[in-house]
């Protein structure tokens, strides 16, 4: 095992532990404290509005973070700076409890800084393998991913409590602290690190061969892949000037989405065009990355449902029962937050019982448990879990009392899809990624949670439309049931159409095949 390792995943679990604990406070937060001046019929909403805007940004800025690194500063650099920000928005909370925008400001450091380094972590450990190593990179990686949940369950049970007994300052100020400590952890590791230098300009980059593959002519054929990515373009202009209407996050990232989207389809009908003027080896890597990027198109729904639980559910385990629990001699009463510590624990036991148990078991009855029928099973979870979240609420809204345990069910569906989808996310999308294009790679990785939070803007707005609103009304459900419903049915569609484009995706081998010293 690389001996810098251990300084890498330290850092992760420290930095999970700052984001997660105020990550995890954030909604009731906002609900019992920063946004006091909204009646209380909206809070919910607009609480939540925060929270998916935050998130967006989280996972947006990875493009920023990924493109430094990949071409200037090298990973390590870009990290250590990046994480310098970071510190300062956790600081930001902490110091403006009670003023809206001076929070709201430290929101935006800690969205900047967190999603800059976000996927250059997961790259950086990836760097430490090579072809004579390689076998153990599946062994990191989920202890990697394991590290992460280690800090969040601690940050998840802990940082309730000193928010509702010691206050905002103490509770969003100590997240701080421990960002601050991971930044020094990371530090110390620096001469031990292999540090893979930024790419040089490289006239057969990823946007290089897609530009020209774009613009490039064939005598007596038409350009159709421009007229596809044009048609992208004025969708997102069309998408820009809807700001006053639908808000300025969902404009823009609609936009981003059009234009990716009509983009890569464009790129693809004239990616043969490109053959000539560029290696054949850089026009196979750029049809790589749109296969790849059509995965991550297909989880975008499973983020929807994920990041709702720290939002969604807690407002709806507002309005559960909290049986009074003992343990050890020391009795206690579940805080609706609290609950999310589920998740991690679960990610915990889960991740082994996969490899011990669920994935030999798969094995010996002919499956093979390969990257992305696993995504494709955590799809499946994920929307049953919210079938069962949206039982529950069908009993609140009839006047039941429901137990805030019967949450566990939902918990442990949507933690297994987790496990399936985001652990194997991580090491497909590193080897999936042609060399120069990791860091850009993971970048769109994490920009899958931004449209996944997208859609959950959308559908809140949407359910504000006199029409949708009347037709919701008329099935007899609640708007937060009705919305529930709709998401499991979402991803319930998407994971049918991930199965079968799985089943024609021909997997590759990108790891690094020369040692750095």
Request: with cysteine; charged share 10%.
């Amino acid at each position: 095992m690389p001996r810098q390792i251990p300084y890498i995943i330290a850092n992760e679990g420290c930095e999970r532990f700052s984001f997660y604990g105020m990550r995890n406070i954030l909604t009731p937060f906002l609900l019992s404290t920063l946004l006091l001046f909204i009646p209380l019929g909206d809070r919910p909403a607009e609480a939540k509005h925060v929270f998916h805007t935050f998130v967006i940004g989280v996972y947006f800025f990875p493009l920023l973070g990924g493109w430094l690194a990949d071409r200037f500063f090298g990973k390590y650099n870009t990290v250590f700076w990046f994480s310098l920000i970071y510190v300062a928005g956790h600081a930001c909370l902490a110091i403006f409890e009670d003023n809206l925008n001076g929070f709201y400001l430290g929101l935006g450091l800690i969205a900047f800084g967190s999603g800059g380094i976000k996927p250059l972590v997961v790259a950086f450990v990836g760097d430490q393998f090579d072809q004579t190593n390689k076998n153990r990179a599946k062994l990191v990686f989920d202890a990697f991913y394991w590290i992460i949940n280690f800090g969040s369950f601690f940050a998840s049970l802990l940082m309730p409590v000193f928010l509702r007994d010691y206050g905002p300052a103490v509770a969003f100020g100590i997240p701080g602290l421990l960002m601050a400590i991971a930044t020094f952890v990371f530090w110390l590791g620096k001469r031990k690190y292999v540090h893979v230098p930024p790419a040089k300009p490289d006239p057969n980059a990823f946007s290089s061969v897609a530009r020209t593959a774009l613009l490039a002519k064939r005598d007596g054929q038409g350009r159709p892949g421009l007229m596809v990515a044009g048609a992208g373009a004025l969708g997102a202009l069309a998408s820009l000037a809807m700001t006053p209407q639908w808000g300025f996050v969902i404009a823009a990232c609609t936009a981003l989405v059009l234009l990716l989207a009509f983009g890569g389809v464009g790129v693809s009908l004239q990616l043969e065009r490109a053959r000539g003027l560029h290696t054949d080896e850089a026009v196979e890597g750029v049809r790589a990355v749109l296969r790849i990027l059509i995965v991550f198109a297909m989880i975008t729904p499973f983020w929807s449902l994920f990041d709702q639980k720290a939002s969604t559910w807690i407002v709806q385990a507002n309005t559960m029962d909290s049986p009074l629990l003992s343990l050890f001699g020391w009795e206690f009463t579940l805080l609706p937050a609290q609950m999310q510590a589920v998740n991690p624990i679960l990610v915990m036991l889960l991740i082994p019982f996969n490899n011990i148990a669920l994935f030999p078991l798969m094995r010996a009855i002919g499956i093979t448990p390969t990257p992305l029928r696993r995504m494709g099973m955590g799809i499946a979870l994920s929307a049953l879990a919210w079938v069962v979240v949206g039982l529950l609420q069908l009993q609140l809204d009839g006047g039941d009392k429901v137990s805030i345990l019967w949450q566990l069910l939902p918990y442990a569906l949507l933690t297994l899809g987790e496990v399936l989808v985001s652990a194997t996310g991580l090491e497909f999308a590193y080897s999936q990624a042609p060399a120069t294009m990791k860091g850009i790679i993971l970048s769109f990785w994490y920009l899958a949670v931004t449209v996944g939070n997208l859609w959950v803007l959308i559908v809140n707005s949407g359910v504000k439309n006199p029409a949708v609103s009347a037709h919701i009304a008329s099935s007899g459900m609640s708007p937060i049931a009705f919305q529930m419903f709709f998401f499991a049915a979402f991803a319930l569609l998407v994971a049918a159409l991930f199965a079968l484009y799985a089943m024609r995706y021909t997997m590759v081998d990108n790891y690094r095949k020369e040692t750095i010293n």
